[in-house]
């Protein structure tokens, strides 16, 4: 089992660029979308479609990309039923000019704006992150966070998660086989009797899971796990190429942006 | 020597434990000695481990513990944290894959001097020193799951080895491995105590390869150290060291019965070279006058099967959902009357795949299963599970019950039985793999040992014609082996076709009639077991060898030994009658 999320090798420049580049690139996105939500629409539109432009140059799986929209379609499909969908005993929220009057909908100009915000919101933050983890090995997301100072304690948490989930991933797979040898459908049967029947991988992997973490800890103890006094060194080091440094710069100015278009709407 | 380990006096008892599982130990090790530690499972080998890092009594705050560990002279382990002593001692374990704590070679062998704060430049040094010794070059960026047990493993010696330290513990470090990954383990491990000085203290149930490296051994059994002595000291008190679970090297062993039936010998050989060179000298003068025994004909005849297949693979190929081509246009027939069959392989050769796709669990993207006329691919898996029965190598993984009773009758209860007949079923099944005296217990807190039969007799109760068991004796001692085998060996004399998929060459030489050698995901040889191990040079090219005794016999077949023999027992009773013992001394020999 290769681990909890899914690296997809691959022979894209955006597997090659530096890791604290990726990092930073979902930072700055990140920064830029929680900047202009709710305040311009155009920003977060430019936000979408830079999501997009990075899925392509990642070149990452369609049926990735299938699962994400599948999910976030789906909570959109909320988003919209909450803001325009007003049936009886439902007071309608009826903000900005109406555009749209039929049966229990009401659609107003301010109520698409709000639905586009949470829409570009939601997929260009589910595209930029499919597009940092399916290009970035587990290893390679540790080092960038280490090389941007977060707290080593953090790291190595993360790694260990990583770590684990791979092995409990791998459990999983092996207890289930063992069952079905035994007979047991986990396809078959109503919702309850597929619950009970997945209560019986719970045991083992609970039982494998606690006799992991003992071997673990002793392991972390002997090799030096817990020494006081010093600061954790960091050997792998990885340095910044010119391409990485216009990368940052784009986004960063797109940061910049967002900021300053903040702080005039407020002002104004 | 200067002494770099010395217990005095070591007692331990774990909480809640009545009784005590270190006994007064005192042990004095010697700078740069090479010490195997030799025991039967509980004698207390891997608390004795944990003693000498510090993790006893450190991790286990609410045990209790009496006596000295010092190290160096003036390190006492209970002042000292285990962080602090693994600058001196580290310590590897057997679980290769639990003990790779992050996500690439090189990230685990920087772990701990990185812990340390130590600067870029001397962990590059370190890191360029080890990748060279552990033979790990070119797999730095390698992640666990992209490499094999033996190089797991070497990394995890290379991680302990990072640290620097002046003693290096290993705990049963080539259990879970396969032949080639153990012989390049132990290969590592001798180079660094001859080499480098090392202090190597190993725990090991495999005296074969390792009573050879060492220079001393240490006999712990029940929490006491019984005896401890040379290797060729040790290992000459054959029925001492067999009554009390530890298993001596076969060739000392086959000396030992040539030895109480009259043979003249002074010592027994514990290298494979001393026991070749022994023979042929015993051999030669009487070459003339031998009489060579038949050796029975199924030994040698190769398959030709006239009873119908019970389970038949045609031109299968199975490739996994992340593309990796695990078995290649096999095609492989099991016959009602075949006797226990041994694959095996080196990890990762298609071994397991091929038996999941016999019991049903994986189906073939290429190919035909049949389980009589039942197709694997059509038939649904309750139908498959009273054909086939897949005892998987972990018991962990299988056992998900609160008592034993529920778990052996789950399987049975999803065939459709109830009432009396499960029952009947379920006490009729833990009889037969004796743990009815555990019925009432949880199976999770039972020793593995046991663990592992109730793994077998879970599977056994649904009563399937072919009964496939991955790894039946991994982690165990010799006695813990022998008696899952017999209980096998058992199942399959009252008609249940056993399939063992083992690393053990030996169990395979002792216990299959037939043997499946798989490599790359094809099946390169297949015949009686006798007939497989004549075949040395593909098993070479396999990374597979034959047990001691068989390969003797092949080397003696040009004297007029038959090859192939599969036990010590067998080859002894030739040898004896070759050289020419009176019936009555033989027969003494046999008492």
């Known amino acids: ?167 409990f991933l791998a459990d999983y797979a092996i207890i289930r086989e063992a069952k079905e040898g035994r007979g047991i459908d986990f396809s078959k049967g109503s919702i309850i009797d597929r619950l009970k029947k997945y209560m019986h991988l719970l045991g083992p992997l609970i039982v494998l899971f606690v006799r992991r973490a003992s071997v673990l800890s002793a392991s972390l103890e002997s090799k030096g796990f817990g020494a006081k006094g010093n600061k954790p060194s960091q050997y792998r080091v990885v340095k910044l190429k010119s391409y990485d440094y216009l990368l940052i710069f784009g986004f960063a100015t797109l940061v910049a942006l967002a900021f300053i278009n903040r702080i005039l709407v407020y002002f104004t | 020597m200067a002494s770099i380990i ?60 009496k006596g000295n560990v010092i190290i160096s002279n003036n390190i006492d382990t209970r002042n000292y944290t285990v962080a602090e002593i693994s600058k001196k001692v580290g310590l590897v374990f057997q679980d290769v894959e639990t003990q790779f704590v992050t996500m690439s070679v090189e990230d685990e062998l920087v772990f701990g001097p990185e812990i340390r704060g130590l600067s870029r430049e001397e962990i590059g040094r370190r890191l360029k020193w080890v990748l060279k010794i552990m033979r790990l070059e070119g797999l730095s960026d390698k992640a666990p799951f992209d490499i094999s047990g033996g190089q797991k493993q070497r990394a995890a010696i290379g991680a302990a080895l990072m640290n620097m330290p002046e003693i290096l513990v290993l705990d049963e470090p080539t259990t879970e491995l396969d032949p080639l990954g153990k012989a390049e383990v132990l290969e590592s491990i001798k180079q660094l105590n001859k080499e480098l000085g090392i202090t190597v203290i190993l725990i090991e149930h495999l005296t074969e390869e390792t009573a050879p490296m060492a220079d001393r051994v240490l006999f712990l059994y029940d929490g006491k150290i019984i005896d401890e002595g040379k290797p060729d000291d040790i290992f000459q008190r054959v029925d001492h060291l067999k009554s009390k679970g530890v298993k001596p090297p076969q060739v000392t062993e086959l ?24 023979l042929f000298e015993l051999l030669r003068p009487t070459s003339a006058t031998f009489k060579t025994p038949k050796i029975k004909t199924t030994e040698l005849r190769v398959f030709n099967q006239k009873s119908e297949p019970i389970a038949d693979l045609s031109d299968v190929t199975f490739v996994y959902p992340d593309g990796t081509l695990a078995l ?50 059509k038939a649904h898996m309750a139908e498959i599970g009273r054909k086939v029965g897949y005892v998987f190598q972990n018991p962990d993984h299988q056992i998900s019950s609160n008592t034993v009773r529920e778990e052996v009758s789950l399987g049975p209860r999803n065939l459709g039985l109830a009432g009396l007949e499960l029952e009947r079923r379920v006490i009729e099944t833990m009889k037969d793999l004796e743990i009815e005296e555990f019925a009432g217990e949880n199976p999770f807190l039972l020793p593995k040992g046991v663990r592992q039969r109730i793994a077998i007799a879970s599977v056994l109760a649904m009563k399937p014609r072919i009964i496939i068991v991955d790894e039946p004796t991994t982690g165990q001692d010799f006695k813990s082996s022998y008696t899952i085998m017999d ?76 090859a192939g023999v599969t036990s010590v027992e067998k080859l002894s009773e030739i040898l004896i009658n070759r050289i020419g013992l009176s019936p009555r001394s033989y027969l003494r020999s046999k008492k």
């Not at chain 2, 005192?26 to 000498?52: Q, R």
């Not at chain 2, 246009?329 to 392989?345: A, H, N, Q, T």
């Open chain 1, 1 to 167: 089992m290769r681990g909890v999320i899914g690296y997809i090798p691959s022979e894209s420049i955006v597997s090659k660029l530096n890791p604290v580049t990726k990092l930073l690139i979902f930072i700055l996105m990140a920064t830029a979308a929680a900047l202009a939500y709710f305040v311009n629409l155009y920003i977060m539109a430019s936000l979408f479609l830079i999501s997009i432009v990075l899925l392509g140059v990642a070149k990452v799986p369609s049926f990735w990309m299938k699962i994400a929209t599948f999910v976030f379609i789906m909570q959109l499909i909320g988003t919209i039923t909450t803001n325009i969908f007003f049936p009886p005993g439902l007071t309608p929220i009826v903000e900005g000019q109406v555009l749209f009057r039929w049966w229990w909908f009401i659609v107003t100009d301010k109520a698409v704006i709000r639905i586009l915000h949470v829409a570009f919101l939601f997929f260009s933050m589910a595209y930029t992150t499919l597009f940092l983890i399916s290009s970035t090995t587990q290893r390679d997301l540790v080092l960038g966070l280490r090389t941007l100072k977060v707290p080593y304690s953090l790291c190595f948490l993360l790694t260990m998660i990583f770590r684990s989930a791979g092995l």
């Open chain 2, 328 to 377: 290649q246009e096999v095609s492989l027939k099991i016959f009602r009357d075949d006797p226990m069959i041994g694959i095996i392989g080196q990890n990762g050769s298609g071994k397991t795949t091929l038996a999941k796709l016999l019991a049903g669990i994986l189906k073939p993207t290429k190919g035909r299963v049949f389980l009589g006329d039942l197709d694997t691919t």
């Open chain 2, 487 to 562: 209980k096998l060996t058992q199942l399959h004399k009252r008609g249940h076709k056993i399939i063992v998929i083992t690393h053990n060459m030996s169990l395979v030489a002792e216990y299959c009639g037939r043997s499946i050698v798989i490599d790359k995901g094809r099946i390169v040889l297949d015949g009686p077991t006798g007939f497989v191990f004549m075949q040395e040079d593909v098993l070479k090219r396999t990374s597979l060898k034959p047990p001691q005794a068989t390969s003797l016999s092949n080397i003696l077949s040009s004297i007029g030994i038959p």
């Open chain 2, 6 to 65: 010395k217990l005095s006096d070591v007692w331990w008892k774990y909480e809640k434990d009545k009784d005590w599982v270190l006994k007064g130990i005192n042990v004095d090790i010697k700078k740069g000695e090479f010490v195997l530690i030799v025991g039967p499972n509980l004698a207390g080998k891997t608390t004795l481990a944990m003693c000498f890092n510090g993790l006893v009594p450190h991790s286990y705050p609410a045990g209790e513990f």
């Open chain 2, 255 to 278: 000396f030992y019965l040539l030895k109480k039936a009259g043979v003249p010998l002074k010592k027994l050989p514990i290298t494979f070279d001393e026991a070749e060179s022994k």
